[in-house]
């Protein structure tokens, strides 16, 4: 049984941190692309962040130099540090995999396997 779960979301004022975390069960989540969505109130998912097999990043221009994605391979989890948090940055964020060691890069890619996301809500 492949799962992705989401933990670490909460109510944080603007300029606060969450870090989120992605752990995956039923697979070597090492071996996969992961990628952070958030579904905001557009209620679509966009792209904030991923990181290949290979080790190799890519952040959205909204929150580069803010958020930093890693992953710990003896934990099985992907992490997201959340770092001065706008109103802008709220929503349910979902973390995404997909096996493709032919691909170099984690993105233009379908993500396969979800988890059901954790809420951030960012409010004085």
């Known amino acids: 049984q492949l799962r992705l779960v989401e933990s670490g979301g909460g109510l944080v004022e603007p300029g606060g941190t969450l870090r989120l975390s992605c752990t995956a069960s039923?697979?070597?989540?090492?071996?996969?692309?992961i990628q952070w969505f958030r579904q905001g109130s557009e209620k679509s998912h966009l792209g904030i962040s991923c990181?290949?097999?290979?080790?190799?990043?890519w952040y959205a221009n909204a929150v580069r130099g803010r958020f930093t994605i890693s992953r710990d391979t003896a934990q099985n989890t992907v992490y997201l540090q959340m770092n001065n948090l706008k109103s802008e940055d709220a929503g349910i964020y979902s973390c995404?995999?997909?096996?493709?060691?032919?691909?170099?890069?984690?993105?233009?890619?379908?993500?396969?396997?979800w988890g059901q996301g954790t809420q951030v809500t960012v409010s004085k």
């Open positions: 990181i290949s097999s290979s080790g190799d990043t």
């Open positions: 995404g995999a997909v096996l493709r060691p032919e691909a170099n890069t984690c993105r233009g890619l379908d993500y396969d396997y």
């Open positions: 039923g697979f070597t989540l090492d071996s996969y692309h």
